[in-house]
């Protein structure tokens, strides 16, 4: 059984930074394409980024292009959500997601995609 667990979030004001962790309790972390997806107070959960088993690929939605950056450590179990120039509009509860897979630099926008899910970390930006 995989386990995620997400931390890092909290309460921030407009303009400011957070780094979101995702830790995976997992044998072959390397095994799993990883994504973090985020759900607003009455919202759809709304995709944020990819990345491929290897790190090699990466993919920021348009809405946070330029002010956030995924990345991996696979060594430490762990990938990271970089989160600069925070808007009120991304408060939200931020999730992390697993998705098992063969396939090489891929990564999925699709919440149907992933195998398992963390409980989530809240994101409260203030203007």
């Known amino acids: 059984q995989v386990q995620l667990v997400e931390s890092g979030g909290g309460l921030v004001q407009a303009g400011g930074s957070l780094r979101l962790s995702c830790a995976a309790s997992v044998r072959t972390f390397t095994n799993y394409a990883m994504g973090w997806f985020r759900q607003a107070a009455g919202k759809e959960r709304e995709f944020v980024a990819g990345?491929?088993?290897?790190?090699?690929?990466?993919y920021v939605a348009d809405s946070v292009k330029g002010r956030f950056t995924i990345s991996r450590d696979n060594a430490k179990n762990t990938m990271y959500l970089q989160m600069n120039s925070l808007k009120p509009e991304d408060t939200a509860v931020y999730y992390c997601?697993?998705?098992?897979?063969?396939?090489?630099?891929?990564?999925?926008?699709?919440?149907?995609?992933?195998?398992?899910w963390g409980q989530g970390t809240q994101v409260t930006v203030s203007s």
């Open positions: 990345i491929s088993r290897s790190g090699g690929s990466t």
């Open positions: 997601a697993a998705d098992l897979t063969f396939r090489s630099n891929w990564w999925s926008p699709d919440p149907g995609t992933y195998d398992y």
